[in-house]
């Protein structure tokens, strides 16, 4: 089956350094113990990042900073 958990995502798409992160490019917050993904966001450029913040905020655009551990990149078609 296929893992469509933020981990899973992570491990699917081709790493990609954050100062060449793009448009279109998954970011995630890891586990620092295990290096597994918990939370992932959409980054949109001038260092913002969609993201479901949870129940209470909802979807929100955050800043890109050091908590985001990790950038994946999609091969969007």
């Known amino acids: 089956g296929y893992d ?23 970011v995630f917050k890891c586990y620092h113990d295990s290096g597994k993904a918990y939370h992932v966001g959409l980054y949109i450029g001038d260092n913002k990042v969609v993201e479901a913040k949870g129940r209470d905020q909802g979807v929100i655009v955050s800043t890109f900073d050091t908590s985001w551990d990790n950038c994946r990149r999609p091969e969007y078609t």
């Open 4 to 26: 469509n958990t933020a981990d899973g995502l992570m491990n699917k798409f081709n790493v990609v350094l954050p100062a060449e992160r793009k448009p279109g490019d998954l």
